[in-house]
C-alpha cells in the first residue's frame, strides 16, 4: 500500500514538473525549483513526524508554498495538493477535516486564477478526493477485518486447550471416589461442557466465513458466540460444585431442544421419535438416554459425512430402545474413543447394552432395562 501511494506521488510530482515546463516558456527556473524542492522536503519531514501540531503545520507550510509557485507561476501547480491530500487520508487524525482545507485552497486558487481548463482541472481535483476516500474507507476495513480473524484464531486455540484441559481434569477425577463416581463425573463434564466446546468450535469457524461475507452479521454471531461461552464457563463452575444426577421435568421436550440447538450450525436434517407406550423413566434413565444422544450428535458432527440423522426412542414392556442413525459413508473400521466409551460405560451402569452397527451408515442402539413406576 505505501509503495503504491509513493508511487502517486512521484507521478503527480512529474507530471507538475512536466506541465509546467510545456505551458510556460519563460519563467525563472531557480526559484521554480528551489520551492519544488522545497515542497518535497517539508514531505519528507511530515512523514517523521508524530504528533498532530507539527503534521498540521506541514499541511499549512504546503498551502503557502502551492499558493506562491500559482500566482508566480501556472494554476497547474495546484496540483501538488494531491500529494498532501494523499498524506491527510493516510493520517489517523484529522483527515476529513484538512481534507476539506485542501479541497476548499485548491478550488480557490482555480476560481481566483480561472481560465479554460479550470472546470477540467476541478472535476480531476475532487474525483482524485473522492476516489481516495473509498481506498481509504476500503482499508480500514480490512484492517478491521485482520484484527477480528485474529481475535477468532485466538479464541480457537484457547477453546481447544480448554477442552483439553477440561478432558484431562476428567481422567484426574476419575481417581477421587468409586468406580461407578469417578467414572460419572467424567462422564457428566464431558458430555455437557465438551459437548459445547465442540459446538462453539463449529460456530467459530462458520463466524470466520461469515465475517469474509458479512461483517455486521459476523459480528453478531461473535457476541452470541462469546455469550455462550460465558454460559459454559458457569456451567463448567456448577459441575465442580454440583455432580448430582441431573433430572427433566419434561424429557421429550428436552431432547428436542437439544436437537434444535445442534442444528443451528450443522448442516444435518434431523428426525426425532418417540413409539411404544410412553411412561415416566427414572431420572437415571432419562440422563443417560440425554447424554448418549447428545455424545451421538457430537461423533456425527465430527466424523460423518452424512446429512441426515434419525432418532428413536421406543418404549417396551421392560426395557427402552434408543436407536442413533446417520446416512455417513462411514470406513468398515472405527476407532472406540472417549466419546463412545462413555456411553457404554453410562448404559452399562444401568446394567443395558450398546450396539454399533459401522453398515450403510452408522448405527447406534442403547437397550436398557427398567420397571414402570
Known amino acids: 500500500m505505501n509503495k503504491f501511494l509513493n508511487y502517486i506521488k512521484i507521478l503527480i510530482l512529474a507530471a507538475v514538473i512536466i506541465i509546467q515546463q510545456i505551458t510556460t516558456t519563460s519563467f525563472n527556473h531557480v526559484i521554480f525549483v528551489v520551492l519544488v524542492l522545497a515542497f518535497i522536503l517539508n514531505h519528507q519531514i511530515r512523514l517523521r513526524l508524530k504528533n498532530d501540531s507539527s503534521f498540521i503545520i506541514t499541511i499549512l507550510i504546503d498551502l503557502a508554498i502551492v499558493a506562491f509557485l500559482v500566482y508566480n507561476f501556472s494554476i497547474n501547480n495546484s496540483l501538488l495538493l494531491l500529494i498532501s491530500s494523499v498524506d491527510v487520508f493516510t493520517y489517523k487524525n484529522y483527515n476529513y477535516a484538512l481534507t476539506l482545507l485542501l479541497a476548499f485552497c485548491y478550488t480557490t486558487l482555480n476560481i481566483l486564477n480561472y481560465n479554460a481548463t479550470t472546470l477540467v482541472s476541478l472535476l480531476f481535483f475532487y474525483t482524485f478526493l473522492i476516489t481516495q476516500l473509498i481506498i481509504s474507507k476500503q482499508h480500514s476495513n480490512n484492517i478491521k477485518l485482520n484484527y477480528l480473524y485474529d481475535d477468532i484464531r485466538k479464541y480457537s486455540y484457547e477453546l481447544e486447550r480448554a477442552k483439553a484441559q477440561i478432558e484431562r481434569y476428567s481422567a484426574q477425577v476419575s481417581e477421587l471416589s468409586t468406580i461407578k463416581e469417578r467414572n460419572r463425573i467424567a462422564e457428566d463434564i464431558h458430555d455437557s461442557v465438551g459437548h459445547q466446546l465442540t459446538s462453539l ?10 465475517l469474509k461475507n458479512n461483517k455486521e452479521k459476523g459480528l453478531i454471531q461473535l457476541t452470541a458466540i462469546t455469550e455462550t461461552l460465558r454460559n459454559n464457563l458457569v456451567l463448567l463452575r456448577n459441575k465442580v460444585k454440583n455432580v448430582e444426577v441431573k433430572s427433566y421435568s419434561n424429557f421429550n421436550n428436552t431432547i428436542v431442544e437439544l436437537l434444535e440447538e445442534f442444528k443451528k450450525d450443522k448442516p444435518f436434517k434431523i428426525s426425532f421419535s418417540m413409539k411404544g407406550h410412553v411412561v415416566k423413566l427414572s431420572p437415571e434413565i432419562e440422563t443417560v ?26 418404549y417396551k414392556a421392560n426395557n427402552i430402545v434408543l436407536t442413533f442413525v446417520d446416512n455417513g459413508n462411514n470406513s468398515k473400521t472405527y476407532k472406540v474413543g472417549y466419546g463412545l466409551r462413555a456411553m457404554q460405560n453410562r448404559t452399562t451402569l444401568l446394567n443395558g447394552s450398546m450396539t454399533i452397527i459401522n453398515e450403510q451408515g452408522f448405527l447406534l442402539k442403547f437397550i436398557i432395562p427398567f420397571k414402570e413406576n
Request: hydrophobic share 45%; aromatic share 6%; proline share 0%.
Open 201 to 210: 468450535l463449529f460456530r467459530l469457524q462458520a463466524c470466520e466465513i461469515e
Open 289 to 314: 438416554l440425554f447424554n448418549n444422544i447428545r455424545e451421538s450428535l457430537t461423533n456425527a458432527a465430527k466424523h460423518s459425512n452424512g446429512d441426515e440423522i434419525a432418532i428413536t426412542i421406543m
